[in-house]
Nanobody, 124 residues
């Protein structure tokens, strides 16, 4: 079992930045591909980005590419999502998730462990 806890969400003006953190416990994170997803009210859960086990490869949705950066520190059992140039449409609950797979998946179902999420609100 892996327990994931996100932090770092909040209210920010458009154009601002936030850094989300995902802390893991229970097992070492280097056994897992990690992903970030978001869900806005009335919308389906959306893949934001992911990072492979070593941290060497990342993958992003087109909507955040160039603005968001995912990183991980396996020694600290942490994953991060740096969000720059935030837009009102980035407003959502952001969740981190862990997958047993070998590559970053954009679908939600390969991810077996999920955090509770942290709210990000971007004002215009």
């Amino acid at each position: 079992q892996v327990q994931l806890v996100e932090s770092g969400g909040g209210l920010v003006q458009a154009g601002g930045s936030l850094r989300l953190s995902c802390a893991a416990s229970g097992r070492t994170l280097d056994n897992y591909v990690m992903g970030w997803f978001r869900q806005a009210p009335g919308k389906e859960r959306e893949f934001v980005g992911g990072i492979n086990r070593s941290g060497a490869n990342t993958r992003y949705s087109d909507s955040v590419k160039g603005r968001f950066t995912i990183s991980r520190d396996n020694a600290k059992n942490m994953v991060y999502l740096q969000m720059n140039s935030l837009k009102p449409e980035d407003t959502a609950v952001y969740s981190c998730a862990a997958s047993n797979g070998l590559v970053v998946a954009t679908e939600w179902y390969p991810y077996v462990y999920w955090g509770q999420g942290t709210q990000v609100t971007v004002s215009s």
